[in-house]
């Protein structure tokens, strides 16, 4: 702040600040849900795997809500752990292959960045947690990708849509927590139904 400066908090600011704690406290919430969630419809290791994952994407939706950005080392980082999740999850008999965990973030990515490319529909970082929580997603094998994928991209365009219908201006969406929200729903969904 320059001299002669002052620091005036308006009402956009404590609206923020407000609608940050109310983000916090709905994250710790679906954090401590999707836990309880996954422990009843998949084995230990593998639930508490993904709800760690889980949480993970829901952090970088709430960041991608306060900066715009999801930084390349963030979800680079989440892809590489959910690598590194599928080999400890193979080498203990939880799952069969990491396969599935390789082909979902390749496909994820590679249908992420599709949609990032033409009028810039989503941004680059929404298409590279797209690709790590394919990472992921891999996690529940080879039944457990399709489900997400339909899932994650049904709340990604219903939230295009209702954001477009209130957006003026083409200012630029937040994706972040539908595709984190969207994949969480697909594995909840497959864990429940298709497994």
């Known amino acids: 702040m320059r001299d002669g400066e002052q620091n005036v908090v308006t ?15 709905l994250l710790g919430a679906a954090g401590f849900g999707l836990l309880l969630m996954m422990l009843r ?14 949480f993970a994407a829901l952090l970088l939706g709430a960041t991608d809500i306060h900066t715009h950005r999801l930084p390349n080392w963030a979800t680079g980082g989440l ?3 959910g690598l590194a999740a599928a080999v400890v999850l193979q080498l203990s008999g939880q799952v069969s292959s990491i396969w ?12 992420g960045l599709l949609e990032a490319l033409p009028a810039g529909s989503i941004g680059g970082g929404d298409a590279k947690l797209l690709g ?7 996690l ?4 457990g990708l399709l489900p997400t994928v339909l899932v994650s991209h049904l709340v990604m365009i219903g939230v295009l849509l209702v ?7 083409g200012a ?14 697909g594995w909840i969904l497959t864990a429940a139904v298709v497994l």
């Open 79 to 81: 892809a590489l752990i």
């Open 140 to 143: 529940l094998e080879w039944p």
């Open 132 to 138: 790590a929580l394919g990472v992921w997603s891999g």
């Open 172 to 185: 630029r969406m937040v994706l972040g927590p539908a595709v984190a929200v969207g994949a969480i729903a």
């Open 100 to 111: 599935p965990a390789v082909a979902g973030g390749a496909g994820f990515a590679v249908i």
């Open 163 to 169: 954001g477009r219908a209130r957006t003026r201006n």
């Open 41 to 54: 419809l998949l084995p230990a290791p593998v639930a508490v795997t993904l709800t760690a994952g889980g």
């Open 11 to 25: 009402d956009a600011d404590a609206r923020d600040a407000s609608g940050a704690s109310v983000q916090v406290v």
